[in-house]
């Protein structure tokens, strides 16, 4: 039971480790070329970042565990010539199924929180006049700041101080 619920939380942390910072990179973007325009900071506001579906499978453990847990309620025994016997009660039933659905809706408001981040939204008017808004996290960029605006091949843009 317990390795479950351990499974579930690792699952969830790693879920909501989604990168928005400009300074991590994926091992798909080494040796990458990336457009790289440069531009001034011309506003930013706070923003949240999150998945309103989410995975499901914050969910999907958490039905496993509730249903696994709440089986536990009913289950019943009985002797009989000297060995034990276990059948399903009507109790265990419903105690699997009320457990499963109070699991899977505590998974998914576990994985939806775990899931959110802050960041920061720039808009970007670059040197050629052209206005582009990107989000990204971490490192804050000041309004009036100069950066560059790099563009890989995959089209996700990130924001780098021009130093």
């Known amino acids: ?44 506001r706070p923003v949240e970042v999150s998945s309103p579906g989410g995975t499901g499978i914050g969910a999907t453990v958490g039905a496993l565990a509730g249903g696994i847990a709440g089986a536990q309620i009913g289950p019943s025994s009985y002797s009989h010539r000297g060995h034990r016997h276990r059948y399903t009660s009507a109790a265990s039933a419903l105690g699997a199924v009320g457990g499963a659905l109070i699991g899977g809706l505590i998974g998914a408001a576990i994985e939806r929180d775990v899931s959110r981040q802050t960041a920061v939204e720039y808009i970007v008017r670059l040197d050629d006049g052209a206005l582009v808004t990107i989000v990204q996290g971490d490192r804050p960029l000041a309004v009036g700041q100069r950066v560059f605006v790099q563009t890989p091949n995959r089209g996700r843009a990130r924001l780098v101080p021009a130093a």
């Open 1 to 44: 039971m317990r390795s479950i619920i351990l499974a579930a939380a690792t699952a969830l942390v790693l879920g909501g480790c989604a990168q928005t910072s400009p300074d991590v990179y994926g091992p798909y973007e080494v040796g990458a070329a990336a457009y790289t325009e440069m531009g001034t900071v011309a506003g930013a």
